[in-house]
C-alpha cells in the first residue's frame, strides 16, 4: 500500500500563489508517476500536472502551463505544486494520486490523497 497525504491549500486572493504539498509513504516503489488533480463538486475531476519520481519527466494542463510548477524531492517522497497567478475558476479541491502509468486519466491511478481545498474568490 501507498498513502499520500496531501496538504498547503487555502484562501487565496486572484492572482495570488499557494504551494500543495503531497507526502507519499509505504510501498512508494510500486508507482513512478505522480499526478494533480481538482475537483469542483458537481464537475468532473480534472487533470492538473504529472511528474515522475526522478523528476525527469513532466506534463501540465493547457490551461496550467507557464503559471504552475510541479516538483519532487526524492529522497523524501514528497510532491510539490507551485500555483502561480491563481483564477477564481481554479477553486476546487485538489488531490494528488500515484501510480504507475504515464496518463492524464484518474483511472490509471491506484492511489489517492484525501484533497486539500483551495479557494480563490472572485
Known amino acids: 500500500q501507498v498513502q499520500l497525504v496531501d496538504s498547503g491549500g487555502g484562501l487565496v486572493q486572484a492572482g495570488g500563489s499557494l504551494r500543495l504539498s503531497c507526502a507519499a509513504s509505504?510501498?512508494?516503489?510500486?508507482?513512478?508517476?505522480i499526478s494533480w488533480f481538482r475537483q469542483v463538486p458537481g464537475k468532473a475531476r480534472e487533470f492538473v500536472a504529472q511528474?515522475?519520481?526522478?523528476?525527469?519527466?513532466?506534463n501540465y494542463a493547457d490551461s496550467v502551463k507557464g503559471r504552475f510548477a510541479i516538483s519532487v524531492e526524492n529522497g523524501q517522497n514528497t510532491m510539490y505544486l507551485q500555483m502561480s497567478n491563481l483564477k477564481p475558476e481554479e477553486t476546487a479541491l485538489y488531490s494528488c494520486?500515484?501510480?504507475?502509468?504515464?496518463?492524464?486519466?484518474?483511472?490509471?491511478?491506484?492511489?489517492w490523497g484525501q484533497g486539500t481545498q483551495v479557494t480563490v474568490p472572485s
Open positions: 511528474t515522475t519520481w526522478s523528476g525527469d519527466h513532466s
Open positions: 509505504g510501498r512508494t516503489w510500486r508507482t513512478t508517476v
Open positions: 494520486a500515484a501510480g504507475s502509468t504515464f496518463s492524464s486519466e484518474g483511472r490509471h491511478y491506484y492511489y
